[in-house]
């Protein structure tokens, strides 16, 4: 992996150079590249008009297997600072591992992970404390725009902790507490909220369960009384809707907000899994 991108981070430098490359925009904003969803949310949350911000995952693309583009390691050299979660983009961590590290930040560095779970998003107190924390890195940055910065991290910080509050009262009176997903990505919101998450898979999208791993995860729901499966946006519903049908349950959408499309946000999505989580443990 590091070859492969180290001989691209050169054809970029290599293209750039042919072709005198883009000219940076001389508009006195901040080059800030996101390396996925979350994070380009909170970074044009709190930097607003200060920043112009770059996301290295398209829209509704699988973050995990992110492949850099020459000229997206180019960007990257170019960035003032590059909001990254290590350990979550393998090729995100190699390009890092070969740029200046002094205009990179690190989330999984201000906010301990569980058990190398890297959905810390998923908990809105957890993010407002990563919000913080950028806000103080932006304005290190660049000192003038400080106030600003803080003002807005602090607009953000009020917003998130208000969906705190709908989470919990959303969640405080239900008739079952088991989360039952094809994937192991809500374990920070299952924490804050007294759920128990039970998945049919691991924190790898990609690993394919076994026929034994997938009866017990049935045995348990049908015990249970679970009614809902949940699987993602961005991943096959299949064996979501197996386990499904083999309990009499319904598969349904519980969105780990690794991407968003068509005009939602960050709260907008958030406050449709809070919809769908009341629905299936039958909150009153």
Request: charged share 25%.
């Amino acid at each position: 992996m590091r070859g492969r991108v180290a001989a691209a981070l050169l054809a970029g430098a290599l293209a750039l150079a042919g072709c005198a490359g883009p000219a940076k925009p001389d508009d006195g904003k901040l080059r800030v590249v996101a390396a996925f969803y979350p994070l380009q949310f909170v970074a044009e949350q709190v930097g607003g008009d200060r920043v112009a911000v770059s996301n290295l995952t398209r829209a509704g693309a699988e973050p995990h297997d992110l492949e850099l583009t020459p000229s997206q390691l180019a960007g990257l050299e170019d960035a003032d600072l590059v909001v990254y979660l290590r350990g979550f983009q393998p090729a995100v961590d190699e390009a890092i591992d070969l740029q200046r590290r002094d205009k990179t930040f690190d989330v999984a560095g201000v906010e301990r992970l569980r058990d190398a779970d890297p959905h810390v998003w998923l908990d809105p107190v957890r993010l407002a404390t990563i919000a913080e924390k950028l806000a103080e890195r932006l304005a290190a940055v660049e000192p003038a725009g400080a106030g600003a910065v803080r003002q807005r991290a602090d607009a953000l910080v009020g917003q998130l902790r208000e969906l705190d509050g709908q989470y919990r009262a959303g969640l405080a009176d239900c008739a079952r507490r088991e989360v039952v997903t094809s994937h192991e990505a809500f374990g920070y919101l299952a924490a804050r909220y007294n759920l128990q998450q039970v998945s049919v898979t691991g924190l790898n999208p990609d690993e394919e369960p076994g026929p034994q791993q997938v009866r017990d995860v049935a045995k348990l729901a049908r015990e249970r009384g679970v009614t809902t499966i949940f699987f993602e946006s961005l991943v096959s519903p299949k064996l979501s809707q197996t386990v499904a049908r083999e309990i009499g349950a319904k598969a349904a959408v519980l969105d780990p907000i690794e991407g968003v499309e068509g005009g939602e946000t960050y709260f907008t999505v958030m406050r449709t899994n809070l919809a769908a989580l009341r629905d299936a443990l039958g909150c009153r």
